[in-house]
């Protein structure tokens, strides 16, 4: 990078042409043209990768007043120097860049000197030193001191960076992999670029055009820090982003990379637009591999520039081609508007990249699933499914306008929702239909009908449910238990009582056929009543249409015995207890299974009767009924237990 070297100062400069032109001289384009290669035939035979300087006038305004007011006010140096210099960092033709120890502090710096002892030179390095030391910067070296050596020449401390200049990287991946383990070049040399874009803009804000980028005068620390050095062509913006030339004349740059406007004689035309040209020139570099306008001669690298038509490789894509384009427009006015808006297209390029890379690998596990799923296999169906799916999410997070992260996307959305559709998954491909964009219209339909199908189905289950559940219309069932009961237990016992005291022949025929009546209205009326919550529930239902047929059964058979004139009231009640309990054995495979105990106290009452004789039954039956109606207390008639909570099982 010429003779500052690592220490990032100025490098070797050519001889200038003086700017300005002849008196009366024709201002059209053909004349501007013309004026221009005249010019820059001064140069022809120069190295036109290396800069070319302007002339500093004496006195003007801008940065060459301030450095001779500067110059003036230091004082000779004395006997003993700040600095111990040592061992040459680089050499150019203007001077020589020393490692050197600062004695107060201890510490390392780089300090340049001058090898002769010319006013140009000395004006040159202090205004270039006070430039830098303005632009306080993480990317721009910085200025330590400014002093005069015993013979009244200056030279500048400034940092030492260990590193080398950006050329020397930009197309070594081995170095760069070996030294900063970066794996992908393009990435590492637009990350550098961002940088280098950052220092410019801060450059720009602070009233700085540097006029001089390139990859030469970017200097890499061996952390990988970056600065930007090489402020010794720089010249001061006024307001509006122009250049103000005072202080400047003739034409400054490195050709290779020079706006078409660095070549006019207008100064105006130069401003913060033309340091965003030449960072889209150095981009140029980044992407071919070679300067924009790298020619053979200075008219043709003129030509190359007044065109401004960079020519790219195969490999490069659309994106960076358009990027520097537009950096590098002939016009100004169609170039990025600033620095920093051309390091922040640059930052979604790098984001974009980032997201193709994601992309081609969420869409090659895309390409497995769908294959997996056309074999029928389900090994790592959801596997696959959740690493492109995350793909397709990062890519949309790094890029959301880019069409083909979102179609995939899309696509494995659709190919799982059939695979749940097909399996009768209907929640969850719907869901998957609703994470979609825009899903097919036949398979949202076919979702859709499908969902309303298992909908209807869950409410009617639900209805069954509910229907079914035990706790409701317990205090019915009890209800209906407990009053038809009371009157069987009460009813056997006083009919028993009646048996002991006046004998078989004191019950009259029609008594049981009278009690099965009175019961059935009152099983009816409490049905009635409650008709309401017989319809809700199932298990009421039946327990009512079971004691009404029960009922209705034994009135029948009472009728029928009555008619015919046998058997006696009490062979009858000892068939019913038959009647009851095949009753109430239905009720223990329907409704509960702890009805068991009525159903075998009713079986016992019925063999017990007919072990002991028909004088027994009705106090068999009394003995049965109360078994009834406990059982009937223990299942419907105690309050339902609530389930306490348990701390450990309530944890997800």
């Not at 050329?167 to 794996?183: H, I, K, S």
């Not at 979102?406 to 869901?431: F, H, P, Q, S, T």
């Not at 529930?537 to 009135?555: E, I, N, P, Q």
Request: proline fraction near 6%; include cysteine.
């Amino acid at each position: 990078m010429g003779d500052h070297g690592a220490a990032g100062l100025l490098g070797p400069t050519t001889s200038c042409y003086p700017r300005g032109g002849m008196a009366g001289a024709d201002d059209s384009a053909s004349g501007r043209l013309a004026r221009t290669m005249e010019r820059v035939r001064a140069h022809e035979g120069s190295d036109l990768a290396t800069t070319i300087a302007s002339t500093p006038g004496s006195g003007e305004q801008g940065f060459v007043a301030e450095a001779e007011a500067l110059w003036a006010e230091l004082g000779r140096g004395t006997a003993e120097s700040p600095f111990v210099l040592g061992s040459p960092l680089g050499e150019g033709g203007t001077g020589m860049v020393r490692s050197a120890l600062q004695r107060s502090l201890g510490r390392r710096v780089a300090v340049k000197t001058l090898h002769g002892r010319g006013r140009r030179e000395a004006l040159a390095l202090v205004r270039e030193a006070l430039v830098t030391g303005r632009l306080e910067h993480p990317n721009v070296v910085p200025v330590y001191d400014l002093q005069l050596d015993d013979e009244g020449v200056p030279y500048v401390a400034l940092k030492q960076v260990a590193g080398v200049d950006w050329a020397a990287l930009m197309r070594d991946p081995e170095t760069v992999r070996e030294r900063f383990g970066a794996e992908d070049l393009l990435e590492w040399n637009l990350r550098v670029f961002v940088q280098v874009c950052a220092a410019v803009e801060h450059a720009h804000r602070r009233g700085v055009l540097h006029r001089d980028i390139k990859p030469e005068n970017v200097l890499v620390g061996e952390h990988g820090e970056v600065y930007l050095a090489d402020w010794g062509i720089a010249v001061p913006l006024d307001d509006q982003g122009r250049a103000q030339l005072g202080d400047a004349v003739g034409v400054a740059g490195t050709p290779f990379y020079m706006a078409p406007e660095m070549f006019d004689d207008r100064g105006p035309e130069l401003g913060t637009w033309t340091d965003v040209y030449l960072l889209g020139a150095t981009l140029y570099e980044i992407v071919a591999g070679r300067p924009p306008h790298e020619k053979d001669t200075l008219l043709q690298v003129v030509h190359a520039s007044l065109a401004s038509a960079p020519v790219f490789p195969e490999h490069v894509s659309r994106e960076a081609a358009a990027l520097v384009r537009r950096a590098m427009n002939p016009d100004p006015g169609r170039r990025f508007a600033s620095a920093g808006t051309l390091r922040r297209a640059v930052e979604d390029f790098l984001r974009h990249r980032d997201a193709a890379r994601v992309l081609a690998q969420a869409e090659e596990r895309l390409e497995e699933m769908a294959a997996q799923m056309a074999e029928g296999g389900d090994e790592r169906v959801y596997d696959l499914f959740g690493e492109c799916r995350f793909g397709f999410r990062h890519a949309l997070e790094l890029w959301p306008e880019q069409p083909a992260a979102r179609a995939g996307y899309d696509r494995a959305l659709g190919l799982v929702a059939e695979r749940e559709l097909e399996r009768g998954e209907v929640v969850a491909a719907r869901g998957r239909l609703r994470d979609m964009q825009e899903p097919p219209e036949e398979l949202a339909t076919r979702v859709e009908a499908a969902w309303r199908a298992a909908e209807t189905e869950r409410r009617r289950l639900e209805e069954l449910d509910r229907a079914l559940d035990p706790a409701l219309g317990r205090s019915l069932r009890f209800g209906v238990v407990a009053v038809l009961g009371v009157m069987w237990i009460v009813g056997p016992v006083v009919g028993q009582f009646l048996l002991w005291w006046r004998g078989p022949e004191g019950l009259p025929a029609w008594l049981p056929l009278v009690s099965s009546g009175a019961f059935l209205l009152l099983v009816g009326g409490l049905a009635w009543r409650n008709r309401d919550g017989i319809r809700e529930s199932a298990v009421t239902r039946r327990v009512v249409l079971s004691v009404a047929l029960g009922v209705v059964v034994v009135s029948l058979s009472r009728i029928v015995g009555l008619l015919q004139g046998s058997p006696s009231p009490l062979q009858l009640t000892h068939q019913n207890l038959l009647i009851w309990t095949a009753i109430s054995g239905a009720l223990t495979f329907t409704v509960d299974r702890r009805i068991a105990a009525a159903t075998a106290a009713l079986a016992l009452a019925f063999v017990g009767t007919a072990w002991m004789g028909p004088l027994s039954v009705l106090g068999w039956m009394a003995a049965a009924n109360a078994v009834v109606f406990g059982t009937g207390y223990v299942l419907w008639g105690r309050p339902p237990k609530t389930r306490t909570a348990d701390p450990e099982g309530d944890r997800p």
